[in-house]
């Protein structure tokens, strides 16, 4: 799909996921800067990623914090050149004792925090790069979202759900105002992946959503990196504003 010369921002990159992500985008020949809040995780990839010969810079930041944001894009511009594709990736989903708050029992300074992380760093990345990619009449956008903003699933809260339903909201609607300046907005929405995260869930839960799931498996991190690749590289020029969902054709949303 060749991303060579390319520079991609990823946040929350050294997650499952991201680190899937960052992985394949350098071995397709870009380089990758990876944001993240957990210090070490990042650092080890990059410090891996350029040891084989890749270029990635690594910056410690919370998402959730403008100025973190506005000194990330920064830091990695000036490492790596001017970015065209920004993976927007960081999210959270918080649970209590494995499970999601009901509405009545949800603490508000938990809503705002994953608005902050799963929404507003959306917004907060896209506003910073944007006006380099306007410049150069380039640029490539990919949000993570999820099946649960699209339908309605038990296994995730209710702040969870609403922020992934805001990121195909914010997806849709810079893909109508960037569009004219060559920019293309997409966001994945993943069923479950198999990251250390749902690695870690119970085996039931894991089980009931594979009994619902026609493949019958969990995803691969890999697999979500190969569909947001497609929505960076030439073979997506003409595709803007969806939301592909890489969930096994699970809900099927
Ligand atoms: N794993 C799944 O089944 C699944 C399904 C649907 C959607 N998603 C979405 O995919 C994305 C990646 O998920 P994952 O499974 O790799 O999760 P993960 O927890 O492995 O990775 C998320 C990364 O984001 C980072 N992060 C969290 N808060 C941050 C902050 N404030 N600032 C900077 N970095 C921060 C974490 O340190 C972590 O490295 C998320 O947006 C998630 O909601 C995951």
Known sequence: MSHE??????????????????????????????VDSSPQAGA???????KLGYRAHFVVADVSVYEQCEDACRRIESALGPVDTLVNNAGISPKHQGLPSPIWRMD?????????????????FTRLLVPG??????GR?????SVAGKAHLDIVAAHYSTTKAGVIGLTRHLAGELGPHGITVNALAPGR???????????EANDAVIAVTPLRRLGLPGEVADACLFLTSGHSNFITGQVIDVAGGWLMT
């Open 108 to 124: 508000p300074a938990e809503w705002r925090k994953v608005v902050e992380v799963n929404l507003n760093s959306m917004f907060y």
């Open 133 to 138: 990619m306007i410049e150069r009449r380039f």
């Open 5 to 34: 010369n390319r520079v991609v921002l990823i946040t929350g990159g050294g997650g499952g996921i991201g680190t899937a992500i960052a992985e394949k985008y350098v071995r397709d020949g870009a380089a990758v800067g990876i």
């Open 141 to 145: 956008i990919v949000s993570m979202s």
């Open 44 to 50: 080890l990839l990059a410090e891996r990623l350029n």
């Open 193 to 203: 992946i198999d990251t250390p995260l749902v690695a870690g869930a119970p085996k």
